[in-house]
Every structure is written in structure tokens, then in C-alpha cells.
């Protein structure tokens, strides 16, 4: 299994030592620095990272935060030197319609010599116009490029465009006694179409499924990855109701599709209990907002989907109080400083705030006073579940998260059952 990690790994640092070289010649600095950084951040990647769960046969949510500080790193880098050769190939294009032009003065500027003392020879007069058909050529090659590259981007933009269309979310389930609202925006540096999605779901026993996952990377890719990944979770979750269960399942076929790694959070609410079953994959913890300011990080842990074959997924309980919210979100809400503290503080502050205000649509709530002031550095989905105080009980705290093992038959959608998720708002 572990076969094609090593090869890779042999191969990367040549290829990263190659494509510096390469930079250095055409004299790109910030391209080959950025190359440089990569190789370095590769092997502290494979030092802090790789090696350990190799070595161990486990991993630390420690360990995972570090890695995806090393993997948005690395990308980072990444795109600095696709933005020096993109810079590049704009002067490229520039000198070269100068070139065009300034052909065409000395054109015009010959015949000219020619009309007023025509004493040209023959043979001066057949190397022109074969200098003249070079330049011809050649603007017309570059033309043909430009259009090329034109049709690529609309047929690009063509496909991207569609998914957002299929993409778009339903609206949520109407359950008495709780309530939903969602919000997903792409990031604002890449016009692709992202890999966050989410789905909200009725079930035949009137819990909810609440299902939302990020796949790494952008564009037609991950938004395969992202549908697979959906099939896979939804098929799963009618087989068993354990949301622990639900992943080990959806992970053992996406390891068998080799997808992009993938992190999910997958939750079923009673409404009448206000008992939430969930388990996660390598993705963030959701936050429990409470009435008596004990708000909560919920308990998180396991490798993503798609990481490694027989992987098992803890599944874990608590009960919410009312008036109280369930927050859920992708790593894009907390990561839009780089600073994983700051953004989970920040997101933690604005909840409680939002809770307090009794705004009708928290998701958009907690979304606008994140990034009032901040860019969306990557995509960014958020769903909070509200669940409404009964009247004919008191509000309890909420019970200590433990670990459970749920019981009873395959689960069954309703009719009206609803799906949300993908790349629109």
C-alpha cells in the first residue's frame, strides 16, 4: 500500500531540484525561491507528518493540524510559481505583439524607401518579403494559440458554470422543534467550482442526516471527488444508522476510487430528544452554542475519507439543550488568517453573539460578521442547526460527549426528503 508513497517520494525532490533549475535559468527568483520553500516544506511534511504514522501505524489530531499547515504551504507555493510563469507569459505575448508592430513600421517604412528612390535590388527586395512572411507566420501562430486558449477557458468556465447550476442547494427540511440554515461561498482568489459541500436529509424515522465535507483542491476534479463522495455517504447512511459506521463505509469505497482526500462531519438529530449522534473524519469539531454560556467544542479525531483502506471512525453522542445552536463548518471559516486559534476563537465569539441575538438565519449570520472585514481565502460552508426550547420542559445543559454504538434497522428516506450542498450560496 505503501509502495507508491516511496516511489513519489524518491521522485518529488528531483522533480522540485528540476523545475528550480529551470527557474534559475530563466532568471524567475521568487519562482525558484518558492520551489525552494516547497522541497523544504515537503520534507518537514514527510519528517513531521508521514514518518511518524508510517512508524506508528496512528495519528494525533496534532498531527493532522500540522500536516494541513504543511499541505496549504506547499500549495501556496505552488501557486506563487504558477502566478511568476503566468507573469512571464504575459511579457512573452507583450514583447511579441511589439515585435509584430514594430515589423510592420519597418514594412511600410521600406516600401516607402522603395517608392521614393526605387533602387532596390532584386534580391533585397526578396529578403523583405521573406522577413515579412516570418512575421506573418509567426502572428498568425500566436493568434491561433490565443484562440486556443480562449476556447479552453470558456469550455472550462462552460462545464464549472453547470456544476455550480447542480450544485445548488434545496431548501432545508422543516422538522417541529428544529431548524436549519446553511450558506456555502467559494473562495474569492479561484472562480472554479470548490470541493465543500453539505446535505441536509429527513429520515423516515424523522431524525435528520446532516452530512457536510471538504475535498482538497478546486475545479472539475473535485467536484467529481465531491459527487462520489455524496453517493458513497448517502448510500451508506440508508445501510446502517451509525454515523461512524456510515464513513468506514464511504471511505472503503473511496479508497477503492482513489479520490482526493476528504474530510466529513456526518450527524443524525432527533428532534423530539435533541440527541445527536455524529462522528467525523479529519475535519474540524463542531461547536455547541448553549443559553448558560458553557459553550463547547465537540469531541474530534480519525483520518479523512479516502486516507487509507479499514480505517474506523469513532461515533460519539450528547444532548442539546434548548435554544441552542449546532454549528457546523468547513475549515474555511477558521483558516481565513492562517491562525487556527484566532479563527476558532473568532467563530466561537461570533455564534454566541448570533445566538444571542435570535437571528433568523444564523448560518448567514455567523458568515457576515466573519467576513465583514476578511477575505474568503477558501471556500467556506457553514450549517446551524437551531433547536427550539419546548414548553412544557426546562432547558437542561448539555451531557458530556461520550462514545456510543447505536441500535436498530437500516435507515429510510421520506419522500420529501431534501439534499443541499455543492458550490452556490
Not at 67 to 88: I, N, Q, S, W
Not at 388 to 417: A, C, Y
Request: hydrophobic share 40%; aromatic share 6%.
Amino acid at each position: 500500500m505503501l509502495q507508491p508513497y516511496y516511489e513519489a517520494s524518491k521522485v518529488l525532490p528531483k522533480a522540485l531540484a528540476r523545475a528550480r533549475e529551470a527557474m534559475e535559468r530563466l532568471r524567475l527568483r521568487s519562482a525558484s525561491a518558492a520551489l525552494a520553500d516547497a522541497a523544504k516544506t515537503n520534507r518537514q511534511w514527510q519528517r513531521h507528518v508521514a514518518w511518524p504514522i508510517i512508524a506508528r501505524h496512528s495519528n494525533r489530531p496534532i498531527r493532522e493540524l500540522v500536516g494541513k499547515r504543511l499541505v496549504d504551504r506547499f500549495r501556496a507555493d505552488v501557486r506563487a510559481v504558477d502566478h511568476t510563469l503566468a507573469r512571464r507569459h504575459a511579457e512573452i505575448a507583450t514583447q511579441t505583439f511589439h515585435a509584430i508592430r514594430q515589423g510592420g513600421l519597418l514594412a511600410a517604412g521600406a516600401v516607402l524607401i522603395l517608392l521614393l528612390i526605387g533602387t532596390v535590388s532584386l534580391i533585397q527586395d526578396y529578403k523583405l518579403r521573406s522577413r515579412l512572411e516570418d512575421k506573418s507566420r509567426q502572428s498568425d501562430d500566436h493568434e491561433n494559440r490565443v484562440r486556443q486558449l480562449q476556447a479552453a477557458y470558456i469550455a472550462e468556465r462552460r462545464i464549472t458554470d453547470a456544476l455550480q447550476q447542480a450544485f445548488i442547494p434545496s431548501p432545508m427540511p422543516e422538522v417541529a422543534g428544529l431548524r436549519f440554515n446553511a450558506i456555502y461561498t467559494p473562495a474569492e482568489e479561484d472562480r472554479l467550482v470548490g470541493g465543500d459541500w453539505y446535505d441536509v436529509v429527513q429520515l423516515g424515522d424523522g431524525r435528520v442526516l446532516v452530512i457536510l465535507g471538504d475535498v482538497a483542491g478546486h475545479g472539475v476534479q473535485a467536484a467529481v471527488a465531491m459527487n462520489r463522495a455524496r453517493r458513497a455517504l448517502l448510500l451508506s447512511s440508508i445501510v446502517t444508522p451509525d454515523p461512524g459506521a456510515i464513513l468506514a463505509r464511504a471511505n472503503a469505497e473511496l479508497v477503492r476510487e482513489a479520490t482526493p482526500i476528504i474530510t466529513v462531519v456526518v450527524a443524525t438529530i432527533d428532534p423530539t430528544s435533541r440527541v445527536v449522534h455524529y462522528a467525523l473524519a479529519g475535519h474540524p469539531p463542531p461547536l455547541l452554542v448553549t443559553p448558560t454560556a458553557d459553550s463547547q467544542w465537540l469531541e474530534f479525531g480519525s483520518l479523512p475519507l479516502g486516507f487509507i483502506d479499514q480505517a474506523s471512525f469513532e461515533t460519539r453522542d450528547l444532548t442539546c439543550p434548548g435554544n441552542s445552536l449546532l454549528v457546523l463548518y468547513t475549515d474555511g471559516v477558521i483558516e481565513h488568517s492562517r491562525n487556527l486559534v484566532e479563527g476558532e476563537h473568532l467563530l466561537k465569539e461570533v455564534a454566541e453573539q448570533v445566538r444571542k441575538d435570535r437571528a433568523k438565519d444564523p448560518a448567514s449570520a455567523i458568515h457576515e460578521h466573519i467576513f465583514a472585514t476578511r477575505s474568503v481565502r477558501d471556500d467556506a460552508a457553514i450549517v446551524v442547526a437551531y433547536f427550539e426550547r419546548r414548553r412544557d420542559s426546562r432547558p437542561r445543559r448539555s451531557q458530556r460527549v461520550r462514545q456510543t454504538r447505536i441500535t436498530g434497522g437500516p435507515l429510510s428516506f421520506k419522500r420529501h426528503s431534501l439534499f443541499g450542498g455543492g458550490s452556490a450560496a
